[in-house]
């Protein structure tokens, strides 16, 4: 059916769809609805963001080009195709940041926060920041010559450094000095208090500011500034045959990685550009210079300004209910029922409080656990040492291929290994990705089985910022799926008679292939027929055609999807039933769910719901271990569906509009705003007895309640 639209006409660009998504991020620091400092940590995010978007999948088609290899993307572009385009549209959006941080920045100092120039110095700072460099910055740095007996140095990833052009003596002898600023130096240097403001200076005007301390005895005859992005991607050798040395090697390799992007002070004289490039061998490297302010990303720091009067109101998260009617006792409550919980509106307490209690329960003989991302500070990896040390037997799948945490992973399986944990590193070709917990207690003579379930990560910080699901059963058909999973990452065991779960990268595509395949043939009998679905990204090719095939036979079909899209919806002929929203707010949404209408109007609790760890992309499906998990109790169906989908569905006040043309238009309220993210942090937890969207002061759904949806 879509044979007859071009691959350009049938799917969006990846990494132009992901730029687009990193403008959404983008456009939030414009919202004037958020708090300024807010508004700043969203800038400085879309600074990391496109530092994290350079370093791995522009490394990647760099190394493509590289080799000659012109595979083409689903739409039909060559690297070198790709690459031009993002080399304009990434420097847009740096030129964008620029703009904003201007905006900011003297919207910030009408409201106490100034980041000021070294002219702008009063004579207390200028004295004080004078007796500060000589004492804590100048001892720190290391100028470094450029010359015959001073090869150019190394500059590590992210590495921002100066680079000098000096003069001295009468024969004017000329000398090129670099100056990197080491990570350790904080970004901004906070002035003593005076006068009701905070005020900053960028460590790069104080150190040019106190150029006689760092060069004295030299004229300055030009200066400029550049930071520089490499390869930070690890690929894993098939013939690997120790994960732990590999990867320890890689993250070595890593900090060498080649040179992708070079930043540069639209100051910098070209000459001494040419030098950098030369110097760091970035002939390939994309070059552009900035208009303002080199490395975005470092405003995190001033977000962290003591003005709570610029920052949202502090949350909470409430502890589950369902847990607190059990005095606290966890395995009490999942006995009695199984429950769902809504992170961050639900405390992550939970889930920690699920494994301190098994470690502190003499009948609890085992627990199996894997670890994708666990954080610096893990009172998961806490639990799972205190359990072993208590003697039960522990074992944790802890994935090294998580990117950008495989050295904090390395640490974490180092730990757990001293303390008698049973550590496995999964697979050298696939990635472990679903998030599983099982814990075995003895009972009555028997062992029971508690499992977890989730749709994020077991990390006590992003669970405060992502939302996510944890579902918690005691079902015994999940509890046989999930000690198979478990045996194929440590025993590389095929999982036969699967009761519940579905597992990639055996047949999990197969699995929602069929599911739409049965939403085409409801709409073929005349049956109501539609999918909901939300998830980060939207990628695997397979999918997207079912998908079109399915609008195009009647299925109405509803996507909230956060990130990548390379679906084009609302095309005639191809994508008439589709429609693409994405939300981006105070919380990042992280949950993945399905929803397949099954004959039934939705919202209907005959419709079939999943929960998985997986988003519809090709590497969930073939390289990564994951699952997907069918909701059948009816409270917690329910709940998924009447509550966290509707209002997904129903947000009007941080949603965007997927075009045909690839352009995100923001949703403008109407009469009735509906905040997605605030409703869930004023209403009832997911886990208690709180009423379902449904209720009197809610708004009804009513942006899919057509066709067949």
């Not at 007796?131 to 450029?146: G, K, M, N, S, Y």
């Not at 003593?192 to 030299?218: C, T, V, W, Y």
């Not at 208590?390 to 998580?402: D, M, N, Q, W």
């Not at 495989?406 to 049973?422: D, F, K, T």
């Amino acid at each position: 059916m879509t044979a007859k639209f071009a691959p350009a006409d049938r799917y969006f660009n990846r990494e132009l769809s992901w730029l687009a998504f990193n403008r959404r991020v983008l456009e939030e620091a414009t919202n004037p609805a958020h708090p300024l400092l807010e508004r700043l940590r969203f800038l400085s995010i879309s600074g990391s963001n496109i530092d994290e978007f350079f370093m791995t999948r522009v490394a990647g088609l760099k190394g493509q080009q590289l080799r000659g290899i012109e595979d083409l993307s689903t739409d039909g572009r060559t690297p070198t195709q790709q690459l031009d385009v993002i080399a304009t549209q990434a420097d847009a959006l740096v030129a964008a940041q620029q703009t904003e941080w201007i905006l900011l920045r003297a919207a910030l100092a009408e409201r106490g926060l100034e980041v000021i120039t070294a002219d702008q110095l009063t004579g207390p700072e200028a004295l004080w920041l004078a007796d500060h460099f000589r004492e804590q910055i100048l001892p720190v740095l290391t100028p470094q010559a450029i010359d015959p007996s001073h090869p150019f140095p190394f500059i590590p990833n992210r590495g921002f450094t100066l680079v000098f052009s000096l003069s001295r003596g009468r024969e004017r002898y000329q000398v090129t000095e670099l100056l990197m600023i080491p990570s350790t130096l904080p970004r901004f240097i906070a002035l003593p208090g005076g006068g009701g403001s905070i005020r900053f200076i960028a460590i790069e005007a104080a150190i040019i500011a106190h150029f006689d301390q760092l060069f004295p005895g030299f004229t300055k005859v030009a200066d400029g500034a550049f930071r520089i992005l490499r390869d930070s991607d690890i690929e894993v050798d098939d013939e690997a045959e120790d994960l732990v040395r590999y990867f320890r090697s890689a993250i070595q390799r890593r900090r060498r990685g080649r040179v992708i992007r070079i930043e540069f002070d639209d100051d910098t004289p070209s000459d001494l550009e040419r030098l950098v490039r030369e110097g760091t061998r970035a002939d390939s490297a994309l070059v552009t210079e900035s208009g303002g302010l080199i490395g975005i990303a470092d405003l995190a720091q001033l977000v962290e300004s003591d003005l709570p009067a610029l920052k949202f109101t502090p949350y909470s998260p409430r502890f589950p209910e369902r847990i607190m009617e059990h005095d606290g006792d966890i395995f009490a409550a999942i006995r009695a029922k199984d429950f769902i919980i809504h992170h961050p509106y639900e405390s992550f307490e939970a889930v920690v409080a699920f494994l301190h209690q098994a470690a502190n329960d003499p009948n609890v003989v085992a627990i199996k656990q894997t670890l994708y991302r666990a954080g610096k500070q893990s009172a998961i990896v806490d639990a799972l040492v205190a359990a072993a040390e208590a003697g039960i037997s522990v074992t944790a799948v802890v994935e090294l291929k998580a990117r950008f945490d495989e050295e904090q992973n390395l640490l974490w399986a180092s730990r757990l290994e001293r303390a008698g944990v049973q550590v496995i590193y999964g697979f050298v070709e696939w990635k472990t990705h679903a998030k599983v917990s099982m814990v075995m207690r003895r009972e009555g003579g028997t062992i029971r089985t508690y499992c977890h379930f989730g749709t994020g990560n077991y990390h006590p910080t992003t669970a405060k910022i992502y939302t996510d699901l944890s579902f918690f059963t005691a079902s015994r058909r999940a509890a046989r799926d999930a000690a198979k999973l478990f045996n194929l990452t440590t025993g590389y065991v095929p999982p036969k008679g699967l009761e519940l779960l579905t597992l990639s990268p055996h047949n999990l595509r197969e699995k929602f292939l069929s599911l739409i395949d049965s939403e085409i043939a409801n709409a073929a009998e005349g049956k109501p027929a539609a999918i909901w679905a939300k998830m980060n990204s939207l990628v695997d090719a397979a999918i997207i055609d079912k998908l079109y095939d399915a609008s195009e036979a009647g299925v109405q079909i509803d996507l909230i999807i956060r990130g990548v899209c390379c679906l084009r919806p609302g095309v005639a002929g191809l994508s008439s039933n589709i429609r693409v929203k994405s939300i981006v707010g105070r919380f990042l949404e992280h949950s993945r769910i399905f929803v397949f209408a099954n004959g039934h109007r939705l919202p209907n609790p005959k419709a079939r719901v999943f929960m998985s760890s997986a988003d519809w992309m090709a590497r969930n499906f073939d390289r990564r271990v994951e699952y997907l998990l069918p909701i059948e109790n009816p409270t917690v169906h329910a709940q998924v569906l009447d509550q966290v989908m509707i209002a997904n569905l129903i947000d009007n006040e941080q949603s965007w509009v997927l075009q045909s043309d690839g352009s995100y238009r923001r949703l403008v309220p109407g009469k009735r705003h509906f905040n997605l993210h605030h409703y869930f942090m004023n209403n009832p937890s997911l886990s208690g007895r709180g009423q379902s969207l449904g209720g009197k002061e809610v708004p009804k759904l009513r942006l899919v309640q057509r066709g067949g949806g």
